[in-house]
T-cell receptor
Framework: AQSVSQHNHHVILSEAASLELGCNYS??????LFWYVQYPGQHLQLLLK????DPLVKGIKGFEAEFIKSKFSFNLRKPSVQWSDTAEYFC???????????WGAGTKLIIKP | EAQVTQNPRYLITVTGKKLTVTCSQN?????MSWYRQDPGLGLRQIYY???????DKGDVPEGYKVSRKEKRNFPLILESPSPNQTSLYFC?????????????FGPGTRLTVL
């Protein structure tokens, strides 16, 4: 079955540490890839997305993600996190352009000041 | 301002008392969807609609109904709520014919069923 896996459910980092959150999907066809962020008490916001072209995608707030097709991965990275990055991060995939988003379970990121 | 709105934002109710959560978007989007978010499970799709009068089941449709009589509105109906429907609900919309397929989310409705 098509699925999206986020390997870390909870991540705790200190400010200025580098971040990498893993996302893998199980589907061999065409995919559109997304990372959404949910700050405490707020709704989901799009961080970045990949549809085609350069597999290294830059998003808002200094985040980036790299699509590695051979590894079915779309990991999220940030070189230096801030306390304000504390949030829950969701990876989501649309498979074969059918508008159905398949979601990972989310990763709760806590940044210690 | 382009947005998706949901009402109410918070609701506490009792088992069996019918309720409706409204969702409205002002972006002329064809596609609308309802999700529930539960800890450790991410978002799961309840129902979606590709256009007016076209609705279909998502992954967890049991206990829910929807309607799409107008393009902008997509209400979620719980005819007889049960405690296992206590959750955070999100409505989302996107252009069905768009190339980016980015979904825009409402602010969420936190429902508690006692």
């Amino acid at each position: 079955a098509q699925s999206v896996s986020q390997h870390n459910h909870h991540v705790i980092l200190s400010e200025a540490a580098s971040l990498e959150l893993g996302c893998n999907y199980s589907y061999g066809g065409t995919v559109n890839l997304f990372w959404y962020v949910q700050y405490p008490g707020q709704h989901l916001q799009l961080l970045l997305k990949y549809f085609s072209g350069d597999p290294l995608v830059k998003g808002i707030k200094g985040f980036e993600a790299e699509f590695i097709k051979s590894k079915f991965s779309f990991n999220l990275r940030k070189p230096s996190v801030q306390w304000s990055d504390t949030a829950e991060y969701f990876c989501a995939v649309i498979m074969d352009s059918n508008y159905q988003l398949i979601w990972g379970a989310g990763t709760k990121l806590i940044i210690k000041p | 301002e382009a947005q998706v709105t949901q009402n109410p934002r918070y609701l506490i109710t009792v088992t069996g008392k019918k309720l409706t959560v409204t969702c409205s978007q002002n972006m002329n989007h064809e596609y609308m969807s309802w999700y529930r978010q539960d800890p450790g499970l991410g978002l799961r799709q309840i129902y979606y609609s590709m256009n007016v009068e076209v609705t279909d089941k998502g992954d967890v449709p049991e206990g829910y109904k929807v309607s799409r009589k107008e393009k902008r509105n997509f209400p979620l109906i719980l005819e007889s709520p049960s405690p296992n429907q206590t959750s955070l609900y999100f409505c989302a919309s996107t252009h069905a014919r768009g190339t980016t397929q980015e979904q825009f989310f409402g602010p969420g409705t936190r429902l508690t069923v006692l």
